[in-house]
């Protein structure tokens, strides 16, 4: 894993308070959006972090990445200081390759936000990677109906900041169940999470 | 993935050995030390203490290709004191006091004003018993050394 | 197939205490200590740090206290906690040419450069009960004598190797890890490496042992053995260069093997490895045996023999996996057995019909 570059540490932001505790807590809060689709969690125990991405998407990183998981960045976030963050505090791989991420932090106005990423396979379809995407505000936005496993019934979520043709892209990720991606939507220090079995209308 | 000026390497070669001395060494010995220096400058801790896995790597038959040959407990810290030195500290084993000592000795070795007092009563005191235990064990080994006598003497010899 | 039952919350709380009671034992005799475990029960410590996969002497002594001496279940216990722990990385490869050897011999040379050491060893006891052990008292000191430090231990193999005798080791080879990738077949010989260190000693000693006695016969002699202290050399991330992070205890064996060439290969000695944590000599020897077995399809040997099956060694090494598949039947499997039941009884009644109808039959002839 050597990258030709050494981690400036005298400038580093700090990683999380209490490595373990806040760790187990945030994963609770990870679980309970996951399980419980459009569900906004807050996540008070984020660290601020390096600046960008946001303070959920860095807690979201800091509670599940780790060597065995490489992150992507899309250009708005692949600066010095937010690979030096993550390799110190997660010990994660940045790649610059879509298709070797676990994780992938994408801006809400990335290009082709589903391009090329890992989407597992039929025999192992954990094995597809989960982006995470930035968005201005997880409400306030148009409003769409989500339906599946985790919502009883339907869910109105409202995602700001997303393109246009965005649902449609998704719309045939979900066709490809049980492979396809999983997302998360992060904003400040709340997230919401939309797995790949979730229906969203148009 | 080096320092690039070669200006550093002795001060890279020099952290290098004592990081291996210091994590080599018996914990709670290091500790002794270490608090025999009385008060030391303050540090913050950039990463706590935490206890991890490393695989040891193993090599067919000693010199091929390498292999998993099982994994070893470790733990490290990272510090960094107010005047801006970073200090890093990997031990075997899970004494978080034994990696946190060793960064901070680490972080307080990359200052002038510090340097030779902690070579002198830390790491040299570490390496030389390091090197009785070397001793010792090889002088009880060499004890059990044998000369085998065959009947038949093998043809090259 | 088991089904899930529900009640006996409080009997299994009683038999954890009993557990506890039991493993604690009379009162009235002093409590082992880690320490103890550690100092005197040396070897023990040695094969569960290395079937647990995971060198931590106060730990696998903890197992061990934990386990009541069943060095099995220490070997899961340290198993279950290995897996809460993050991984920081690789270490660099050992290099064992650099051990502080407290033993070191080989049986194919007589006059090894370093030395024969023999080291503490149960080769040359008279295995007759010591019985001055059952009462404490004062051991000495072992002797000593004088030694050079300085000087590094060469490998017998790498003696041979250079007359070109002994196949020298493949060198390269992407080098994949169990623990992060399950197992594939046909496996690399890393990957079995991999697999036998962590693998059962019994088994594999087994398994070695049919290889001598014909079941694969693949001719072994012991090159080399050492046991001594390695430096555990580590590339931490944030500092970029390579650090020693620890000094620890191994046991390499480099088997010897006649071998009689195919037609790509000239007539020479071959080699099967072995690599374990502690002292576990047995362990590393039977490691090496089966290792060479299992290259029988690559050196275009007739693999005839369980010993050189890939497939049934790597799948049944593992005594973590066999206990559990094991001793897993004790768990409650009423319905399935009921079901068996219905059906053994159905047959039983038909069978019985069908002698009836052929008495009847042959009465009425």
Excluded at chain 2, 117 to 146: G, N, S
Excluded at chain 3, 34 to 54: H, K, N, P, Y
Excluded at chain 3, 307 to 326: K, R, T
Aim: hydrophobic share 45%; glycine share 8%; proline share 6%.
């Amino acid at each position: 894993m050597s990258n030709g570059h050494m981690t400036d540490l005298r400038t580093l932001a700090p990683g999380l308070a209490d490595p373990a505790h806040d760790a187990q807590q945030l994963f609770r809060a990870v679980l309970d959006a996951t399980s419980r689709p459009g569900r906004i969690v807050s996540l008070p125990a984020a660290p601020a972090g390096p600046g960008t991405p946001s303070a959920a998407a860095t807690a979201y990183l800091l509670t599940l990445a780790d060597r065995d998981t490489p992150v992507w960045l899309a250009d708005a976030f692949d600066r010095p200081e937010v690979r030096d963050f993550l390799r110190f505090h997660a010990g994660a791989p940045i790649v610059t390759k879509r298709a070797e991420a676990v994780f992938a932090v994408l801006a809400s106005a990335t290009p082709q936000p589903f391009e090329g990423f890992n989407l597992g396979s039929d025999a192992y379809p954990d094995r597809s990677a989960t982006l995470i995407v930035e968005v201005p505000d997880l409400r306030g936005g148009p409003t769409r109906q989500w339906h599946g496993p985790g919502i009883d019934g339907r869910a109105a979520v409202a995602v700001a900041g997303l393109a246009e043709d965005f649902w449609q892209d998704w719309a045939a990720n979900h066709t490809l169940f049980p492979c396809g991606v999983d997302i998360v939507f992060t904003a400040r220090t709340e997230l919401c999470a939309l797995p790949r079995s979730v229906a969203v209308e148009v | 993935m080096s320092l690039s000026s070669s200006a550093d390497a002795p001060a890279l070669a020099r952290r290098q050995r004592w990081l291996s001395v210091l994590a080599k060494a018996p914990a709670a010995r290091l500790a002794a030390l270490w608090d025999g220096l009385g008060s030391v400058p303050a540090y913050a801790l950039l990463r706590r203490p935490e206890t991890g896995l490393v695989m040891v790597k193993g090599r067919l038959s000693g010199s091929g290709a390498p292999f998993c040959a099982g994994e070893m407990t470790a733990t490290r810290a990272a510090v960094r004191l107010e005047s801006g030195e970073v200090g890093i500290g990997y031990v075997g084993g899970r004494s978080a006091c034994h990696a946190e000592i060793a960064a901070a000795i680490d972080a307080l070795g990359q200052r002038s004003d510090w340097r030779d007092r902690l070579e002198a009563q830390i790491v040299a005191p570490l390496e030389a018993e390091a090197d009785a235990r070397r001793r010792a064990i090889a002088a009880r080994a060499a004890a059990t050394k044998v000369d085998f006598f065959t009947v038949a003497r093998e043809a090259n010899s | 197939m088991y089904v899930a039952v529900k009640g006996g919350e409080t009997a299994i709380a009683h038999s954890l205490d009993l557990l506890a009671d039991k493993r604690r034992g009379d009162r009235a005799i002093a409590e082992l200590s880690l320490e103890q475990i550690d100092q005197q029960l040396g070897l023990a410590v040695d094969r569960v740090m290395t079937e647990g996969s995971c060198y931590d002497r106060s730990l696998a002594a903890l197992a061990i206290k934990q386990a009541r001496g069943d060095l099995i279940e220490a070997i899961f216990l340290l198993r279950a906690y290995r897996t809460t722990l993050p991984r920081f990385g690789d270490s660099l490869p050992l290099d064992t040419s650099a051990m502080v050897a407290e033993r070191r011999i080989s049986s194919t040379f007589k006059d090894v450069p370093g030395g024969q050491v023999l080291g503490p060893t149960y080769d040359y006891t008279h295995r007759l009960l010591d019985f001055s052990l059952a009462a404490a008292g004062d051991r000495p000191a072992a002797p000593t004598a004088p030694a050079d430090t300085n000087r590094s231990l060469p490998r017998v193999g790498d003696i041979l190797e250079r007359e070109g005798m002994l196949e020298p080791p493949p060198r390269d080879g992407a080098s994949e890890d169990l623990t992060r990738r399950p197992l594939t077949l046909p496996a690399s010989r890393p990957v079995r490496l991999q697999n036998l260190a962590r693998g059962d000693e019994g088994f594999l000693l087994a398994l070695g042992y049919s290889t001598q006695r014909g079941y694969g016969n693949n001719h072994p002699f012991v090159g080399e053995i050492r046991y001594g202290h390695v430096p555990v050399g580590f590339v931490p991330e944030e500092l970029g260069f390579a650090i020693e992070i620890a000094e620890i205890d191994v046991t390499e064996c480099d088997m010897v093997n006649q071998f009689a060439g195919s037609h790509d290969v000239p007539p020479q000695f071959t080699r099967g490895y072995g690599l374990a944590f502690g002292h576990s000599e047995r362990k590393a020897m039977s490691m090496a045996l089966v290792d060479r077995a299992l290259r029988a399809e690559e050196l275009s040997e007739s693999a005839t023999s369980p010993a050189q099956d890939e497939e049934f060694v790597l799948a049944h090494s593992d005594n973590v996996e066999a206990s559990g598949f094991v001793q897993h039947l004790k768990l409650p499997h009423y319905v399935d057995f009921q079901s068996e039941l219905v059906v053994v009884r159905a047959l039983r009644a038909e069978v019985e019909a069908r002698r009836r109808q052929a008495v009847l039959d042959q009465a009425a002839e």
